[in-house]
């Protein structure tokens, strides 16, 4: 069994070579008759390598949502067919085939997507389950924007409420017209609350993504008070155009959102080793 162990290294930084954790997944790899090689990707195209041998098991070792983001998003690049070739053999409602599995290696911190997918920590049970084999399938998103996202979105927050429309499939969640306190794009859990308040119950399992609105209302005829309304919906596609610009972070990633933007789930495309129980 060959195995590589894949690691992110920032640009300009002097690469120490593998961190503990990653000599111990090694050590235990190698214990399990694996034939191990490391790599440390500073560029996007050293991550696109990792993929030329369709044979070889791959192992991110990650401190952060945003490291293992980044090579998710190589992976779909490299996976996802233009429109015009997309072949019939794809799975209903998808635009890109089961992508190559991966482990995750959590390094000084463990990535959120480790917990919320359910993925094995320590370096022996991350080997037990590269050599094992056994894969969980879990949905992913897509965007206009070429991006892609394992765990949420949220737009929003705090004490800078914005103004857009929210349309998931056929239902309108915010039509411009009022002030938006949150909104969450959710796959996984990860970016389902919002200032303490829990705004969805997201399954990354079950073909679709959940999206949920936070406004301000008026309520109450003469004593008027103001209370926060959630609104839900589960569905394949949210469009979300702010009036003006409005803060988000998506898997680890902070931004600005200053145009329409529609994201997608793409049903089981993502794979992650798992143990065997």
Sequence with gaps: ??????????????????????????????????????????HAKEI??????PNER???AADTDEQVNAVLAR????????????????????????????????????PGLVKHFGLPTAPAEVA???????????????????????????????????RGMVNLDDAVLADGSEQILACVVANADGYAAADDMVLAEPDPTDGK???AVA????????RKKVRIEVR??????????????????????VDELKRKRTWWVEPGAAGWYVSEA
């Design 48 to 53: 696109d390598a990792v993929m030329d041998d």
């Design 232 to 253: 839900r919906a589960r569905g394949r596609a949210v469009a979300i155009h702010p009036e003006d610009s409005v803060t988000y972070i998506s898997d680890g990633l």
């Design 1 to 42: 069994m060959n195995v590589v162990v894949l690691t992110l290294v920032e640009a300009n930084c002097a690469d120490s070579g593998p961190r503990t954790q990653t000599l111990h997944l090694i050590d235990e790899l190698k214990q399990l008759g694996a034939t191990v090689r490391t790599v440390g990707a500073e």
């Design 75 to 110: 992976v779909v690049r490299r996976s996802a067919p233009a429109p015009s070739e997309r072949p019939d053999s794809l799975p209903a409602g998808r635009t890109l085939p089961d992508l190559p599995p991966l482990a995750l290696l959590p390094l000084g911190t463990a």
């Design 128 to 162: 037990a389950a590269v050599m094992g084999g056994k894969v969980r399938r879990t949905d992913i998103m897509r965007h206009d924007g070429g991006g892609v996202c394992a765990d949420g979105v949220r737009l929003g927050g705090g004490d800078r409420p914005w």
């Design 209 to 211: 993504i959940d999206v």
């Design 215 to 222: 406004v301000p209302v008026t309520v109450g005829r003469w």
């Design 58 to 60: 791959i192992v991110v």
